[in-house]
């Protein structure tokens, strides 16, 4: 990283030529040298390229001086595109505001770039994000040598790089990058978020001992600080979650009422479907299908007043409840509700595949499904089509198409593998 690399970006944003924009100044092959970061610029052609450039004084020329203000509202910024995303933007604006005066130092313009990235990542902004990387990023850093760079830059760019690669289902990878930044993180609720998102990307891997020996980390933290209520109810419910994973049901169930608690007492509705649903998963595992539809159907009713697209997941679970009992008729009536719903028709059918082999066999709804199957495996979204596969791969033994049996149960095998290895969500 250096200064030759900011340079070459803004000549090419103006679309100048090398020769083009030395006229006058310097020789376009020295020019072309310190842009290579081959030749230190001599100051005085930093500040004829200033004025060629029209921007502020000392943009070019201070790019080594350290600049404690910048240094604090970047650290601001990342603080709350970890904490408070929806905070973010407003530090953005301040930084977008006085930019010149900001980012004069060449490792605070890199370290707002990766920052800026990564708000875009965690706002699902993708296309902003990938252009801010290609454009930029890869222009001004080279990971080769990110522990040669200042602590603030390695910190973003590793913050930047895990959303980033969760973002493209690179579970292992985002992983890594997040392991990388805590370890230079200080802040204890700061700390504490980014351990919980490191036990999240664990679960994901199936790893689920590392998920809870991170989560339970991340509980003590949050405890200690008496802060950050939402991250502790949702630590609480991923703590449930995976000793579910694990079949400890009584845990499981310990930390999932501790989250309702702190979500009906902070009035997290959305969070409470969540922890709604996931009783409902372990009261399901434990056989107890009275209490597991109680869950199930509370979780519904809040997702339907949160419009929340999560309740199909719900919906599912209910639907197997249903055919595990042979309970046909509430199976259909279900089927009979969900299927007149607007989302419906999307990719959400693929929740119901066993229900449409079994009972309606509809040439229309296979279409879709095999549609929206289509769909899944184009984004890799391999824990949803693990099951799928194994629902056809028994349907089809079950009729005696061995063949087609058999390529489903190596699907599933292959989306097994996937999951394990860290390729997909």
Request: hydrophobic letters at 35%; proline letters at 2%; glycine letters at 4%.
């Amino acid at each position: 990283m250096h200064i030759g690399n900011r340079i070459q970006i803004m000549r090419n944003n103006r679309k100048l030529t090398l020769k083009q924009t030395a006229d006058t100044i310097t020789s376009s092959s020295y020019l072309a040298k310190i842009e290579e970061g081959n030749y230190p610029p001599r100051p005085h052609v930093l500040q004829a390229l200033e004025r060629k450039f029209e921007v502020h004084p000392g943009f070019l020329t201070n790019y080594e001086q350290r600049d404690e203000d910048a240094e604090y509202i970047l650290r601001l910024l990342l603080s709350n595109i970890v904490l408070h995303p929806d905070k973010a933007r407003e530090v953005i604006e301040v930084i977008e505001e006085n930019y010149f005066e900001y980012l004069s130092p060449i490792s605070l313009e890199a370290t707002y770039l990766c920052l800026k990235c990564a708000y875009y990542y965690k706002i699902n902004d993708t296309k902003n994000a990938i252009d801010l990387y290609e454009g930029y990023i890869i222009n001004y850093i080279d990971e080769t040598e990110l522990r040669s760079y200042p602590k603030l830059v390695r910190e973003s760019f590793n913050y930047m790089m895990a959303l980033k690669t969760f973002s493209e289902n690179m579970i292992k990878e985002s992983t890594y990058y997040m392991e990388m930044f805590v370890d230079s993180v200080e802040q204890g609720a700061m700390k504490a978020a980014v351990i919980y998102n490191i036990a999240l990307l664990y679960g994901e891997l199936n790893l689920h001992s590392k998920a809870i020996q991170f989560g339970l980390k991340a509980k003590f933290m949050f405890e200690y600080t008496k802060k950050y209520e939402t991250l502790l109810c949702k630590t609480n419910n991923l703590l449930g979650v995976q000793h579910l994973y694990i079949e400890q049901y009584e845990e499981a169930l310990q930390y999932l009422k501790q989250a309702e608690l702190t979500a009906q007492k902070y009035e997290y509705n959305h969070l409470l479907a969540d922890i709604y649903y996931n009783k409902g998963l372990v009261y399901k595992q434990l056989e107890d299908f009275k209490n597991a539809v109680d869950f199930l159907e509370k979780s519904i009713n809040i997702d339907i007043e949160e419009e929340s697209s999560s309740i199909w997941e719900t919906y599912n679970t209910l639907m197997d409840i249903y055919l595990k009992t042979n309970q046909d008729l509430r199976a259909e009536n279900l089927f009979a509700i969900v299927s007149k719903k607007e989302m419906f028709e999307s990719n959400y059918i693929i929740y119901f595949v066993e229900f449409i082999l079994k009972f309606t066999k509809d040439d229309e709804y296979l279409s879709k499904l095999f549609s929206a199957i289509e769909c899944y495996e184009k984004s890799n979204n391999y824990s949803v089509l693990i099951d799928v596969y194994k629902t056809l791969g028994d349907h089809h033994f079950q009729e005696g198409n061995y063949k087609q049996s058999s390529m489903y149960y190596q699907k599933t095998l292959h989306a097994t593998k996937k999951i394990n290895f860290g390729g997909g969500v």
